[in-house]
Nanobody
Framework: QVLLVESGGGSMQAGGSLRLSCAASTYGVSTRYMGWFRQAPGKQREGVASISTVGVSTWYDDSVKGRFTISQDNAKNTLYLQMNGLKPEDTAVYYC????????????????????WGQGTQVTVSS
C-alpha cells in the first residue's frame, strides 16, 4: 500500500506560479514511476508529467512542456510539480499517482498504469 498526500494547490492569476508537493509513504524501488495527472470539470483525467523514481527520465504532456517541471526528493519521499506561466486552461484538480508496474515506462502518462492515487488538490487559474 502506498499512501500519497498532495499539497500546494490554490488560486492564482494567469502567468503566476505554484508548486505542488506529494508526500509518499514509500518511494523508490517499489514505486517505479510517479506522475501528476489532472482532471478539469467535464473532462477526462489526463497525464501532465511523470518521472522514473530510479534514474532521471521525465515525460511531459505537450500542453505543459516548457512551463511545468517534475522533480523528486527520494530522501524525503516527495514528488514535486513546479508550475510556471499558469494559464486558465490549467485549472483542474491535480492528482499525484504512483505506479508499481514496470510497463508504465512504455506509456508514462497513461493513468491506467498507475495503481495508487492521492486525494487531489485544486488549482484554479484566473485570467
Amino acid at each position: 500500500q502506498v499512501l500519497l498526500v498532495e499539497s500546494g494547490g490554490g488560486s492564482m492569476q494567469a502567468g503566476g506560479s505554484l508548486r505542488l508537493s506529494c508526500a509518499a509513504s514509500t518511494y523508490g524501488v517499489s514505486t517505479r514511476y510517479m506522475g501528476w495527472f489532472r482532471q478539469a470539470p467535464g473532462k477526462q483525467r489526463e497525464g501532465v508529467a511523470s518521472i522514473s523514481t530510479v534514474g532521471v527520465s521525465t515525460w511531459y504532456d505537450d500542453s505543459v512542456k516548457g512551463r511545468f517541471t517534475i522533480s523528486q526528493d527520494n530522501a524525503k519521499n516527495t514528488l514535486y510539480l513546479q508550475m510556471n506561466g499558469l494559464k486558465p486552461e490549467d485549472t483542474a484538480v491535480y492528482y499525484c499517482a504512483a505506479s508499481t508496474n514496470f510497463l508504465a515506462g512504455t506509456r508514462p502518462l497513461d493513468s491506467s498504469y498507475y495503481n495508487y492515487w492521492g486525494q487531489g488538490t485544486q488549482v484554479t487559474v484566473s485570467s
